[in-house]
């Protein structure tokens, strides 16, 4: 008699089992629409997270209320600004610095998930990449647009006032929140190259910190040393604030900039800039996506 079971035999000699051949396919579907469906999936991913954990949330928004505070009740009265109010001068730095630091959460996330083994699982599923890098990316966006309506609120309670036109407003808080999604491009590629969320924090309180106080964002920089002046003109972020500045109608009057064409042009300047970072770290950061997990 045979040492094996009929039932082995069947499994053994006939066809293979469906659980054993069949790989995960992509949807039908056209390629646009299946990225579309992959990218709000991964949105929504994202989302769902924050309302799983509201403390990332609540301490995201907790930090711009704290520097308008911070800067117009204790530095205020000690920064004069001729032709305006301080408050008025100080918002839009603290809206630049806010979305600029609120995009770094994509770089420390992807970090996360790389260490988590998130990606890896992404990996093996049958979606688009980069879909998994526009839900990160969009879902910075959103904080960063809840950040500022929250400092909107506060500085309006605390003096600041639009005083330009509802249009120019609109697109004062576009400009913001589309450099602030260009810029989690740069963070998603790095937290992807360092794949450690404690390596990334650093990394990026190393850069920002620089780029957003070494600006026209809490000071003019025409009051700063030689060097330091030279820097902050060809700043983009002090491009970033003199555009809200300018959008808000918070310039104060004869209020001069610098010499350097980047904030003597500052709305086009921050336009080129958002185009470079997209143009340069949306095929990078993909094809990084791709390369991981590969020896």
Do not use: H
Request: hydrophobic share 50%; aromatic share 10%; net charge neutral.
């Amino acid at each position: 008699m045979s040492g094996t079971t009929p039932g082995t035999a069947a499994r053994t000699d006939g066809p293979a089992s469906p659980t054993t051949t069949r790989t995960l396919q992509p949807l039908p579907g056209s390629a646009v629409s299946r990225f579309l469906s992959d990218g709000w999936i991964t949105t929504r991913r994202n989302l769902m997270k924050i309302i799983r954990v509201p403390d990332i949330l609540v301490f995201t928004l907790l930090q711009p209320i704290m520097f308008v505070l911070l800067f117009t009740y204790v530095f205020g009265a000690a920064i004069d600004i001729p032709g305006g109010d301080y408050t008025s001068f100080l918002m839009a730095g603290i809206f630049a610095q806010t979305v600029v630091f609120g995009s770094t959460y994509s770089g420390s996330a992807m970090a996360q998930d790389l260490k988590d083994g998130i990606i890896d699982r992404f990996r093996t599923l049958p979606m688009s990449g980069a879909a998994v890098l526009v839900g990160r990316t969009n879902g910075d966006l959103v904080i960063n647009g809840l950040s500022m309506l929250v400092m909107m609120g506060t500085g309006f309670i605390v003096g600041w006032r639009v005083e330009s036109s509802p249009l120019e407003f609109l697109a004062g808080v576009a400009l913001l929140l589309l450099f602030a999604y260009a810029f989690s491009w740069l963070m998603a590629f790095l937290g992807m190259s360092v794949r450690s969320p404690e390596i990334i924090n650093n990394v990026s309180f190393l850069v920002l910190f620089p780029i957003t106080f070494i600006s026209n964002a809490f000071v003019p920089a025409e009051e700063l040393p030689g060097p330091l002046r030279t820097f902050a003109e060809w700043n983009p972020v002090t491009s970033l604030v003199q555009a809200c500045r300018d959008l808000f109608g918070n310039t104060p009057d004869g209020f001069v900039p610098g010499d350097a064409w980047t904030v003597q042009n500052p709305i086009l300047t921050v336009l080129i800039g958002i185009v470079l970072l997209l143009v340069v770290f949306v095929p990078v950061s993909i094809a990084k996506f791709a390369s991981l997990g590969k020896k």
